[in-house]
């Protein structure tokens, strides 16, 4: 029975899968060119890298909605805390960190090698974002590498609880964006996000920067929650 | 046939090996791989279709770009499920599924 | 398009054995190799900016949480046997 029911499925997907196919290879060329409209407009963004303007000035209304995303899978992962309790308490301190078994000064070392090395290439990532590759995105996802890498070697203790200072850091950004997107749209004649002429540059350096801070610090809280979690249930459990 | 058309058609493939794998897999850690991979086809799709006759296409690969830093927050949020299922019952799969069949061991 | 047919087929391979393989941390392992192909494929497609975030979120970050995910479970199992 099962394996009929798993032949079905496979089935059912090639025949999805075949259809899918074919549609794709039918399709007409698109009559809309949305490359030659960034183009076009790419002097008045602010930025003079095409997928940075999208990002931050054409749709930075979805990347608005992106970051309130993830804040939001911060907050429901907070809610899936084993210690209720424990979590949100102001007063709560993590125990401190054990001393570090002879493998670790190895990864140690190397963390303290790389860590600020990763701490500048965020900050070049994120200037460079301006003009070619690269962005807030990118240099939260360094930042909270750097973050992983600093658990790892058992530098930074995992997140047992969620403190004033990480709730402020991980909504400054979304916060600043909000502010900009109101400001932009009470103003006399203005839209969502649509920035006055000549401020556009330095707005959007700003919001990756609000931005670059708050997602490395939510980026990384995903794994330092998740690893928490790992390490108070070995403990309970010895 | 354009390179980005052929990756088009790739991305359709792993979206139905995700797919697969989400139904087939009674493993939640599997499940949460094979929802990924979902997402990784439907990225190609999306970046495929729109730079199939040879352009590039910034807006597509700008929406690809936040679509991949949502998929990491839903993976995370999946994975602090999946933990509390576990802590709960001792098992990493839904309740109702992969009880019926006592010859195959679950994953290490 | 050699290269591309080749990553094709590579993207392919490891997105299967990702899911199919019975050992859960060869799994993961495996699709940790299939983000840093899919990287690989967005260079081809010359979206660097999604290459950039595929290396380090993609693979990396997701990476990182699953094989947590992996490790927890093994704790929980080893403690849960007599």
């Known amino acids: 029975m099962k394996g009929v029911l798993d032949l079905l499925v496979i089935v059912l997907c090639l025949v999805l899968g075949a259809a899918l196919w074919w549609a794709m290879l039918d399709l007409p060329s698109s009559r809309i060119h949305l490359a030659e409209q960034v183009a076009a407009k790419l002097d008045a963004s602010g930025v003079t890298h095409p997928v940075t303007a999208v990002l931050l000035n054409f749709r930075g209304y979805d990347t608005l909605i992106e970051v ?41 070392w190397l963390a303290r090698v790389l860590v600020p090395l990763m701490i ?14 690269g962005g807030a995105f990118q240099a939260a996802a360094l930042l909270a590498g750097a973050g ?33 997107a109101a400001a932009t749209a009470a103003a006399p004649h203005g839209h969502l996000l649509q920035y006055p002429a000549g401020w556009a540059g330095m707005l959007i350096l700003l919001i990756e920067t609000g931005l670059t801070l708050s997602l490395g610090l939510i980026l990384a809280g995903f794994f330092l929650l998740l690893s928490a979690e790992a390490s108070d249930g070995s403990d309970t459990e010895e | 046939m354009t390179s980005a058309l052929i ?14 794998g989400l139904i087939l897999q009674p493993h939640l850690l599997r499940k949460i791989i094979g929802f990924n991979i979902m997402a990784s086809g439907i990225f190609l799709v999306l970046v495929g279709l729109g730079q199939r006759e ?44 992969g009880e019926g069949m006592p010859g195959k061991k679950p994953d290490a | 398009m050699t290269l591309d047919l080749l990553l094709v087929a590579a993207l392919l391979w490891t997105a299967v054995q990702s899911l199919a393989t019975p050992n859960l941390f060869r799994g993961v392992v495996l699709f940790i190799v299939f983000g840093l192909f899919m990287a ?28 947590n995910g992996v490790g927890h479970l093994r704790a929980k199992q080893q403690s849960t046997l007599p």
């Open chain 2, 54 to 97: 040879g352009s590039v296409d910034p807006v597509s690969q700008a929406m690809v770009l936040t679509g991949i830093v949502v998929s990491v927050a839903a993976t995370a949020l999946a994975l602090a499920l999946a933990r509390r299922l576990l802590d709960l019952t001792g098992k990493m799969r839904l309740p109702g599924s």
């Open chain 2, 7 to 20: 990756y088009a058609l790739t991305g359709a493939a792993l979206f139905l090996i995700g797919v697969a």
């Open chain 1, 148 to 180: 992983v890498l600093l658990n790892l070697a058992g530098l930074l203790p995992a997140w047992t609880t969620f403190r004033a200072g990480m709730r402020a850091g991980s909504i400054t950004g979304l916060l600043f964006f909000v502010l900009a």
């Open chain 3, 40 to 67: 690989l494929v967005w260079v081809r497609l010359h979206a660097a900016d999604i290459a950039l975030a595929e290396a380090a979120i993609g693979a990396g970050l997701t990476g990182a949480l699953l094989l």
């Open chain 1, 68 to 108: 309130m995303v993830l804040f939001v899978a911060l907050i429901g992962m907070l809610t899936q805390a084993e210690k209720g309790s424990q979590w949100l308490s102001a007063g709560y301190r993590p125990p401190p960190l054990p001393a570090p078994p002879f493998h670790l000064e190895v990864l140690q």
């Open chain 1, 120 to 133: 500048l290439t965020a900050g070049y990532l994120l200037w460079a974002g301006a003009h070619r590759a």
